[in-house]
């Protein structure tokens, strides 16, 4: 009875990982929309911009990690693909890998426990400046102590997910998106509740609380792997971070910042330079549009712990069949959603309903759902070329951004929230889409032309310099 399912299924490159995922990802879109009827039904204009804001702020977390999560993802999955996970939780195999694996966990729990107290440090107190001088300098009430304990929770978080990463790297990727379908449920009844009992902001709070005690517990749960992996640890035979780590880090580091000023800039702009209410409406658009692409990425980033192992053990052609499948299927995925999405708000819109209201106009949420559609694209080409622990979108990212922040501070005088996504979209379909297709094939060129020449001088894998 389910076999013609699963066909269909296999045909549109759907496996188990990617069909938990998913799962979790309609289950974090649904629990999206319930929270933007509560946000919208229970907080008003203005809190609504300070509770889209908030996340702004506390993103710039991305200055501290420095892009680390994803280089422990990555270097995991090279090393991982000479283990054999035992039925207790422990990794046999080469001595060397499982020791390499344990220098990569030692060395990011350290990095992570630092960043979470530059974190409260500096985060924190920034914070509070931003809000006390933007709109009504800070009088509203009700935010100082969900901003405390905000910033607190995405401390402990960078703890959990420091081995969370390591754990996905390791091809735990379905058990991972569970994870993260529970925190998702989890927290969504936690906001619920506070939204609806009227305790407001608090509720963006509780969402970053409970991610953090439902991945205490999942890890507590896997200590025996943790443990195992801990006592692996060999000085004489560790992941060099100077030779091998950081050449590859910076670059992300420099990418996830750009990041930062191309995804999470917007909020902070039109809540400092217009005011809270059309940052608000700005950040649920921004929110939908981030919910659309992570489902439609789904069958790109739960190939990334596989993508590492092929390029380990240098089956190309393998690799090569798997990420354009994927990819199709991405691109595809997202283009339907997003003119689907378009079409019922502005419907709803149209027909004065007022959640819908709290999006933005017709052209700007067109314009912000063009922008996603394509990064698809370009966030694809990156997933591929990153997995070969190098980082080709340098420049690109930082070109990006400038121009991002350059043409939101131009347009938003005169042109608002429309102006802010016009900006973007020109961004990531000339910037991003144009300036990361050359790329992408630039590398794979000179990846084929080294692997042709059997040059010795080719990258970590034998791929790129």
């Known amino acids: 009875m389910l ?16 069909g938990t995922t998913v799962i979790t990802r309609v289950g974090q879109a649904g629990s999206s929309l319930i929270l933007m009827l509560l946000v919208a039904s229970r907080l008003s204009g203005v809190k609504q911009g300070y509770y889209v804001t908030f996340n702004s702020v506390v993103a710039l977390q991305v200055f501290f990690e420095l892009g680390l999560t994803f280089v422990l993802l990555q270097f995991s999955s090279h090393e991982v693909a000479r283990l054999i996970q035992q039925t207790d939780g422990t990794y046999q195999g080469d001595y060397n890998s499982k020791a390499r694996l344990s220098s990569l966990l030692h060395f990011g729990t350290k990095w992570y426990a630092f960043a979470a107290l530059l974190l409260l440090v500096v985060v924190l107190p920034t914070g509070y400046w931003f809000f006390l001088t933007s709109y009504n300098k800070g009088r509203t009430e009700g935010w100082q102590i969900p901003w405390t304990i905000l910033v607190f929770a995405t401390a402990g978080t960078l703890l959990t997910n420091a081995v969370i990463a390591i754990f996905e790297g390791c091809g735990h990727v379905a058990q991972v998106a569970s994870l993260r379908l529970r925190e998702t449920l989890v927290g969504t009844l936690a906001a619920a509740f506070i939204l609806i009992s009227g305790a407001g902001l608090y509720a963006v709070a509780s969402l970053v609380v409970c991610d953090f005690l439902v991945e205490a517990l999942w890890l507590y749960r896997r200590r025996s792997t943790i443990l195992d992996l801990w006592k692996a640890y060999d000085r004489t035979v560790l992941v060099d971070w100077k030779v091998e780590v950081w050449p590859f880090q910076w670059k992300i580091a420099v990418s996830w910042l750009s990041g930062y000023f191309i995804f999470q800039i917007f909020n902070p702009i039109l809540f400092r330079m217009v005011n809270p209410v059309e940052a608000g409406r700005m950040g649920l658009t921004t929110l939908a549009c981030s919910g659309l692409t992570a489902l439609a990425m789904a069958w790109i980033t739960t190939k990334a712990p596989k993508m590492g192992s092929l390029i380990a053990l240098r089956k190309r052609e393998e690799l090569d069949s798997m990420f354009f499948r994927a990819a199709k299927s991405a691109i595809g995925v997202a283009l339907v959603m997003a003119i689907g999405f378009w079409s019922l708000v502005v419907f709803a819109q149209a027909q004065g309903v007022s959640l819908a209201l709290r999006f933005l106009g017709p052209l700007a949420l067109g314009l912000m759902l063009i922008s996603s559609t394509v990064n698809c694209i370009t966030f694809a080409q990156a997933q591929y070329l990153r997995a070969h622990k190098v980082e080709p979108f340098l420049l690109q990212s930082v070109v990006a951004a400038l121009s991002n ?61």
């Not at 131009?410 to 996504?421: F, R």
């Open 3 to 18: 076999t013609p399912v699963r066909r269909f299924l296999g045909r549109l490159g759907v496996d188990r990982a990617i």
């Open 405 to 465: 922040v350059g043409l939101a501070l131009l347009l938003v005088g005169q042109y608002g929230a429309t102006g802010v996504a016009a900006g973007y979209a020109f961004t990531t379909i000339v910037v991003g889409v144009g300036g990361g297709t050359y790329i992408f094939t630039r590398s794979r060129k000179q990846w084929a032309a080294k692997i042709a020449d059997s040059r010795p001088d080719s990258g970590p894998d034998g791929y790129f310099s």
